[in-house]
């Protein structure tokens, strides 16, 4: 079965600074995985995802993530944090073979940015 | 905007009572989704619906039913309420795995509460 693991519930940076949030996958077929990201008192906004047609996917907001399938990680980076990137972020794996398109998320990553 | 809408956004009841929260898709998308989001649990699966018919099952409680109609807005019937139901509740839509790669655009959300 599907699943993603996010290391950190909590992650605070400085503006400016860089952002790493962690996701590892597990995945007996190859995977399509996403970031997503919420905002307070809001729904979920795609960031980025991957499907196999390369492996450093760039999305919104200048974040990006690398699949690397030797390590089953699929990270989000931004080199420069912003105060309006404050959120959380929630990685995610399409599950439940080709019949679905049905996400499975992790736990999420609660972001802070200090001044 | 997601082009997803959920109604109402906000819902206050009492434990035992019954309530329906509406999701209607974006264009063109025969398939929704719904999730439950809460502090304990995260974001989980419920159930998705294509085109009329029942795609997809997670972990959703027998008090809980779900529909979707011709016109394929998505209703989520929640009966028997308990403490333990005050949660946001996520409709997303998609196309289809064989037309898509897969992503869903969520609506932003009815939040349940339970008194």
């Known amino acids: 079965a599907q699943s993603v693991t996010q290391l950190g519930s909590h992650v605070s940076v400085s503006e400016g600074a860089l952002v790493l949030l962690r996701c590892n996958y597990s995945?007996?077929?190859?995977?399509?995985l996403f970031w997503y990201v919420q905002y307070p008192n809001q729904g979920l906004q795609l960031l980025l995802k991957?499907?196999?047609?390369?492996?450093l996917v760039k999305g919104i907001n200048g974040f990006e993530a690398e699949f690397k399938k030797s390590e089953t990680s699929f990270h989000l980076t931004k080199p420069s944090a912003h105060m309006s990137d404050a959120a959380e972020y929630f990685c995610a794996v399409r599950g439940g073979g080709g019949a679905t398109n049905k996400l499975i998320f992790g736990t999420g990553t609660l972001l802070a940015v200090q001044p | 905007d997601s082009g997803v809408t959920q109604t109402p956004k906000h819902l206050i009841t009492a434990t035992g009572q019954r309530v329906t929260l509406r999701c209607s898709p974006r264009?063109?998308?025969?398939?929704v989704y719904w999730y439950q989001q809460s502090l304990d649990q995260g974001l989980q699966f419920l159930i998705q619906y294509y085109n009329g018919e029942e795609r997809a099952k997670g972990n959703i409680l027998e008090r809980f039913s779900a529909q979707q109609f011709p016109d394929l807005h998505s209703e989520l019937n929640l009966s028997s309420l308990e403490l333990g139901d005050s949660a946001l509740y996520f409709c997303?839509?998609?196309?289809?795995?064989?037309?898509?790669?897969?992503?869903?655009?969520f609506g932003e959300g009815s939040r349940l509460t339970v008194l």
């Open positions: 991957y499907t196999s047609a390369a492996t």
């Open positions: 995945s007996s077929v190859p995977p399509y």
């Open positions: 997303a839509s998609s196309v289809e795995p064989t037309s898509g790669t897969g992503e869903l655009f």
């Open positions: 264009s063109g998308d025969l398939s």
